[in-house]
């Protein structure tokens, strides 16, 4: 039977990621991968470095990607982001190519499609990986959740240059001792996550995967519309603790290959 209602199959797609688990997350020792083009082990060759890398090239579902505005689908039934987040121990660990803030038993959850996905982690990429119509910005912080069966959900932010971001200034002392140090953790303490403020309950929402080896499909983005403010010298820290001698820790936007995204934009009452 040959279905051509485009709409049909999209529901089908959504409905396969969000049921079906992925079990590879993100590698956690990034020296085998890098961003510099033509380097061999650059963006364009991370597919064939490992075969459980594969996907970085023969996916069809890669993120991150350029939101076209006249593309996206608007929404109202996808409701608002329903998040439950607590305080909770975490450690600043360099990666290598990124710093990722870790909490050690998850900070609270996010809930999607009747789903819980605990927040485990966050770090941050600059420029940012997504681009709306084409247009990048100076930083994206990533929110990575996952569920008790595997699932992965990744919430994410924009940032330009302007006022400095209240939470990366929270973390400013601690990132600074841990560039000192290559391959570093630094306990820090109890961290609030509702510190990381979206700004704005509009969001884009579409089907993807891990910006990072192993690229793992049917991960869950949700890409906060507003773009909120970071400061030069928070973006240049962020970049100078790594030591990779990179500019940049950005994935190059990846083909949409027909997938929905949708904005979520509340009923005015």
Request: charge should be negative; glycine fraction near 8%; aromatic fraction near 8%.
């Amino acid at each position: 039977m040959k279905i051509n209602n485009p709409m049909f199959c999209a529901i089908v797609l959504i409905f396969l990621c969000y049921s079906n688990p992925v079990i590879s997350e993100e590698v956690k020792d990034e020296s085998e991968f890098n961003y510099i083009e033509g380097s061999g082990i650059g963006p364009e060759s991370w597919g064939q470095i490992h075969e459980e890398w594969a996907a970085c090239s023969s996916g069809n579902m890669q993120s991150p990607i350029d939101l076209l505005e006249e593309k996206v689908e608007m929404s109202h039934q996808l409701g608002k982001l329903n998040r439950s987040y607590k305080p909770s121990n975490a450690s600043l660990v360099n990666r290598g190519h990124d710093i990722m803030l870790n909490w050690t038993d998850g900070a609270g959850e996010i809930y999607l499609n009747g789903s819980g996905y605990i927040l485990k982690q966050c770090h941050w990429h600059s420029p940012s990986e997504h681009t709306i119509d084409g247009r990048s910005y100076a930083l994206e912080v990533h929110m990575y959740h996952e569920s008790i069966d595997g699932k992965q959900a990744v919430v994410a932010i924009m940032y330009k240059i302007g006022r400095p971001d209240p939470f990366l200034a929270e973390l400013m002392d601690d990132i600074r001792t841990i560039g000192n140090r290559i391959d570093a953790e630094e306990v820090v303490g109890v961290v609030d996550p509702k510190h990381i403020k979206l700004g704005s309950r509009k969001y884009y929402r579409y089907m993807g995967s891990l910006t990072t080896p192993p690229c793992t499909e049917g991960v869950v983005w949700t890409l906060l519309k507003k773009v909120r403010t970071v400061s030069r010298e928070q973006v240049k820290l962020l970049r100078d603790a790594v030591h990779d001698d990179s500019e940049m820790n950005a994935r190059p936007t990846q083909p949409k290959n027909n997938r929905p995204v949708h904005l979520y934009v509340p009923h005015k009452f």
